[in-house]
């Protein structure tokens, strides 16, 4: 499994840096662990309660890839979404016009008068399921744009894909889940959270440092369990903590006891010791039943001539294509 224990750390640092400098002091972010809608129509209904709610983010990129600015965008109209089973394209639009002065010529004289230009911009923004390795949701709590809440689709602590953004932390979630649905019944998998972070780049200064928990997810089971930021892992089942492996051996426990036990953790918090219980559930559980039904109506939807891809291929398509418009 690749080390991502600085992940959501990296994000915010390199956010901190590259942002401009109004967001840079504003952003939240967090990773967030999906959770599975049963059916790929459920998926849909759920963004298509979202959908008015949209609005695009905005990144500037350096040649290389690297991430430069964030902006927040507002007045856009989500025009069309559509979804294959390589990923989602959201299509959106705003409208307006700009009112500018021009001098005009007369055989009495020239004069300034003003002129209005009507004008439209679009934006296309995509996700890419096969770039998804994981979700985080970003909020901008000061912005007085009112989608403030993003979902940002990340994959090795970069975010690849576009930006999706809400009005509400319940509405990202929402965005999220279905996102991941959609993601997981393509046949592509995500991965798992242990809710636990260790600083590494810290740990090149300060190595004593090497089981000291530096962030907990704000809705794993960590911090359900009353888990700490600061709180010094002691075992891990049992397993001491030496510090070279912690970040390896929760990861471990978390895939060995996920959905059938719990992980027993031992910690240290202002020398007290404490022990907690952590129940990971299973994020793959009705994974296969649900590309089963994704499969099923691919290839029911192939009978009856509906232009979806075909029962063979292994990443089947979703059954259903959203045409969202204006005014609908």
Known sequence: ???????????????????????AAELETHWYQPRYLPSVEDASDQLKLASPHFSPMSVEVYNNGSRRAYSLTSGYSLERVDVNRLGINLSFTKSGVVQNSQYFWSWWGG?????????????????????????EIWNFPHEKNQATWCVAPTTGGLVRNSFLCVATEQDAQAVADAIAT????????????PGIWVAVKELEKHPEEACRI?????DGPPVQAG???????R????????????????????LEKKGSGDVHIEILRKNNPMSFDL?????????????????????????????TAAASQPAPRPAFDLDLRCGQ
Do not use: W
């Not at 959609?182 to 959270?193: E, I, N, Q, R, T």
């Not at 530096?214 to 704000?218: G, K």
């Open 1 to 23: 499994m690749k080390m991502k224990c600085y992940g959501i750390l990296f994000m915010a640092f390199c956010a901190a840096i590259l942002l401009p400098a109004p967001l």
């Open 182 to 193: 959609l993601v997981v019944a393509s046949g592509a998998s995500l991965d798992s959270s």
């Open 227 to 233: 888990i700490k930021a600061g709180d010094i892992v």
């Open 111 to 135: 004069y300034v008068a003003p002129v209005t230009t009507p004008y439209t911009d679009d934006i296309v923004t995509s996700i890419v399921y096969k770039e998804i390795q994981y979700f």
């Open 279 to 307: 129940l990971y559930p299973n994020p793959d559980a009705g994974v296969a039943q649900l590309r089963q039904k994704s499969a099923e109506s691919a290839r029911s939807n192939v009978g009856a001539g509906h232009p």
């Open 214 to 218: 530096s962030e907990v997810d704000r």
């Open 235 to 254: 075992s891990i089942d049992g397993r001491p903590c030496t510090g070279k492996t912690f970040y390896h051996d929760i990861n471990q426990a978390m």
